[in-house]
C-alpha cells in the first residue's frame, strides 16, 4: 500500500504564492511518476503537472511559466508544487497522484483547498 498526505494549500489573494508538498510513503515503487491533478468548482479532474522517474516534467499550458513541480533531493517520494503569479482561476483542489508504470497501480492524496482571491 502507498499513502499519499498532502499540504500547503490555502487562501491567496491573486499574484501570489503558494507551495504544495505531497508525501508518499509505503510500498512505493522507486521509477514512479508522482503529479498533481485539479478540480475546480463544477469541473472535472485535471492533469496539472507530472514528474517522471527521469526528472523530466510536463505542465498543463494554464500553469506553464508560473508553476513548478519538483522532487525532494534528500526523499524521492516527496514533491512539491510551487505556485506563483496565482490567478483566481488556480482555485480549486489540488490532488496528489502516484503511479508506478509498470503496474499501472495509481493512488490518490486526500485533496487540498486552494483559494486565489481577486
Known amino acids: 500500500q502507498v499513502q499519499l498526505v498532502e499540504s500547503g494549500g490555502g487562501l491567496v489573494q491573486q499574484g501570489g504564492s503558494l507551495r504544495l508538498s505531497c508525501a508518499a510513503s509505503g510500498n512505493i515503487f522507486s521509477l514512479n511518476i508522482m503529479g498533481w491533478y485539479r478540480q475546480g468548482p463544477g469541473k472535472q479532474r485535471d492533469v496539472v503537472a507530472s514528474?517522471?522517474?527521469?526528472?523530466?516534467?510536463?505542465y498543463a499550458d494554464s500553469v506553464k511559466g508560473r508553476f513548478t513541480i519538483s522532487r525532494d533531493s534528500a526523499n524521492k517520494n516527496t514533491i512539491y508544487l510551487q505556485m506563483n503569479s496565482l490567478k483566481p482561476e488556480d482555485t480549486a483542489v489540488y490532488y496528489c497522484r502516484y503511479e508506478n508504470p509498470y503496474t499501472g497501480i495509481t493512488v490518490w492524496g486526500q485533496g487540498t483547498q486552494v483559494t486565489v482571491s481577486s
Open positions: 514528474i517522471f522517474p527521469t526528472a523530466n516534467t510536463k
